[in-house]
């Protein structure tokens, strides 16, 4: 789990912020990835589209820009309608993890002292 220091702390040293913010990229990553093979796994079943037209329809939904094949089931329908709302809780929860470190950081520098900078060069 990636923990951020208190605000009674010292400011990371920037190695150490990069190595955090590659963690948090990383995990990002790994969200985007499960939710992807979810919506693939789940037009291939429901709407019995080959792999390909899965990958593109999951994909697309997930980035927002939404279906490409038309879905003539109402399973098909159902589970596009379910994974069209999961995918925007999943673009919300991976720009949260991918900005908090840096949001963090300069949250963390506003409520510094000047002598506590000298570290940082």
């Excluded at 990002?28 to 919506?39: D, M, R």
């Excluded at 470190?101 to 900078?117: G, I, S, T, Y």
Aim: net charge neutral; with cysteine; aromatic share 8%.
């Amino acid at each position: 789990m990636i923990m951020f220091e208190s605000k009674n702390q010292n400011l990371l040293p920037p190695h150490r912020f990069r190595r955090r913010v590659a963690a948090c990229l990383g995990l990002a990553g790994l969200v985007v990835a499960v939710a992807l093979s979810i919506g693939v796994l789940g037009y291939h079943y429901f709407a019995q589209m080959p792999w390909i037209d899965a990958v593109l329809n999951a994909t697309m939904i997930l980035t927002g820009m939404g279906p490409v094949n038309p879905l003539l089931t109402a399973p098909a329908k159902c589970f596009a309608s379910g994974y069209a709302l999961f995918s925007g809780l999943v673009l919300i929860t991976v720009m949260a993890v991918v900005l908090a470190p840096v949001l963090h950081r300069m949250l963390h520098k506003l409520h510094l002292d000047e002598d506590d900078f000298k570290d940082e060069a």
